[in-house]
């Protein structure tokens, strides 16, 4: 996997992300990518990445592995 970030004309930030072929296949194993924001500016802040074939199949998977909630 390949991250960076930096500022595009106008000041907007943005972060990037590549992925390799062994990182899909990880994915469509079940096992999600995360990302640490922290060293692109953004304290205290992942980002995860999962695949599921479908909507439903990708509901599954956050109520089986994450706690989601309102901040």
């Known amino acids: ?8 004309d ?5 972060v990037g992300i590549g992925l390799s072929a062994e990182n899909l ?3 469509r194993n079940g096992d ?7 060293p ?3 304290p205290d802040s992942e980002i995860i990445i999962f695949y599921g ?7 599954a998977v ?3 592995n994450f706690t ?4």
């Open 25 to 27: 296949r990880r994915l």
């Open 32 to 38: 999600p990518a995360v990302i640490d924001l922290t």
């Open 68 to 71: 989601v909630g309102t901040q």
């Open 1 to 8: 996997m390949i991250q960076f970030s930096g500022h595009a």
């Open 10 to 14: 106008g000041g907007k930030r943005y």
């Open 53 to 59: 074939r479908t909507e439903d199949e990708m509901e």
């Open 40 to 42: 692109h500016g953004y």
């Open 62 to 64: 956050i109520k089986a």
